[in-house]
């Protein structure tokens, strides 16, 4: 007869409630399996999504790509956790244009990017008229994005002083980057967010990629942490590590229920990585002396046991059929014609005396499109 086995040292199969149960780790923050589980997945989506965007706008399919591989961790805990809807109620996005991933986990399909990247009719954002990532979603708030950098800064009091007025808990938030915090309109918003007595809930966020295109921040800032240029105003901040998932949503968290409750400002630095340079146009290479956030959570989830090799392998082949068919359904449909040049660009508004019809901005072409 042989010897009965030893098995002290083999795990037991955990059932599906235990592994709801048990949390993955941060320094002394946790989450949720099942939380970190979610986090990571649109992590994986949004990687695949800008990976194979990249891959476009080299192989001829589109014409020049901008996003966010490198910001994922932070980005989609953002989007995870916006109160979504249309009005004062719910809160208002004035965003960056390396927002893939908030705007994945908020329930975007892959498709409507793609749309836009390929600058397509159906694009439901700009009708093929923007960059990729310039997003617009009336239904969700989502102010129209521009490549004028930092503008969004003083568009968002706009929205937060309306909503100071309305009451409830909703609030603006406004993302951009570190170089563009040098531009005045930063600081405009600091100004109007602050004023004593009418403090505004905003939400002011800095993803710190520590690059202007190709002016490296470390040359042009002297203040220590763009976070700190909260403090004449006496407004909380935080920097937070951006390639950390947890860390990063535990501070927005502490962020939103701030600026919910005491319907005051808050300004949040996230310190992240540019993984593919600015642009296409700088080539949009793999930059592999940067910390990868999708990289380090993976490891992190295996040495918690909450993933296993296996899986990790499965969710990547899913999120990448899922931004292949979506490029497959974006770029077999139809462009824009030349007779949609003149379409949208201005909205028909019965308070314009001047333009009371749709107007095209074009001297001498008021139009009478019914
Ligand atoms: C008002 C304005 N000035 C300059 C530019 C050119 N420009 C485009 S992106 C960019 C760098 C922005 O860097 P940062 O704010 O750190 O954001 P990042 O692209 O690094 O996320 C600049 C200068 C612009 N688009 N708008």
């Known amino acids: 007869m042989s010897e009965p086995l030893d098995e002290s040292h083999v795990q037991p199969r955990r059932s599906a409630k235990a592994v709801a149960s048990l949390a993955v780790r941060s320094g002394r ?9 979610t986090l990571f997945r649109h992590m994986v989506r949004t990687r695949a999504l800008e990976e194979r965007a990249i891959k476009m706008s080299k192989s001829g399919e589109a014409y ?14 953002l989007g995870m956790q916006v109160h979504k809807g249309a009005g ?25 990017h793609v749309r836009q990247l390929a600058m397509t009719a159906t694009d439901p954002f700009s009708r093929g008229r923007n960059f990729v990532g310039h997003y617009a979603i009336p239904a969700w708030n989502v102010v129209p994005v521009t490549s004028v950098i930092e503008v969004q800064y003083v ?15 909703g609030l603006t938030i406004v993302t951009g980057g570190d170089a563009g915090s040098a531009e005045g309109d930063f600081e405009s918003c600091l100004v109007w ?15 710190n990629n520590q690059y202007g295109i190709s002016t490296p921040a470390k040359g042009q800032h002297g203040e220590r942490r763009i976070a ?27 962020a939103m229920k701030y600026v919910r409750t005491e319907r005051k400002p808050f300004l949040l630095e996230a310190m992240v990585s540019r993984l593919h340079g600015h642009s296409s146009s700088s080539g949009a290479q793999r930059s592999w002396a940067e910390a990868d956030c999708v990289a380090l959570f993976e490891q992190k989830l295996i040495d918690a046991d909450a993933i296993d090799a ?10 990448k059929e899922e931004a292949d068919a979506a490029v497959v359904q974006a770029t077999s449909e139809a462009k824009p014609t030349r007779d949609d040049v003149e379409r949208f660009t201005y909205s028909r508004s019965k308070f314009d005396a001047v333009y009371p019809l749709d107007y095209t901005g074009l001297p001498g072409t008021v139009q009478n499109v019914k």
Not at 29 to 37: D, I, M, N, R
């Open 228 to 254: 700190d240029r909260a403090s004449p105003y006496d407004m909380r901040a935080e920097t937070v590590d951006g390639n950390d998932p947890i860390a990063s949503w535990h501070a927005i968290a502490r």
């Open 29 to 37: 923050e946790t989450l949720s399996v099942e939380l970190a589980l």
């Open 64 to 77: 020049f790509w901008i996003g966010g591989p490198g910001e994922e961790a932070f980005n989609v805990g």
């Open 88 to 112: 004062p109620a719910f809160d208002y996005l004035h965003l960056h244009y390396r927002g893939s991933g908030m705007l994945l986990a908020m329930g975007m399909p892959m498709v409507d």
């Open 193 to 207: 967010a602050n004023r004593p007595g009418n403090e505004l809930p905003v939400l002011m966020v800095v993803t």
């Open 310 to 319: 296996e899986q990790v392998r499965a969710m990547k082949a899913e999120a």
């Open 155 to 169: 568009m968002a009091p706009g929205t937060a002083l309306m909503q100071r007025r309305h009451g409830g808990d």
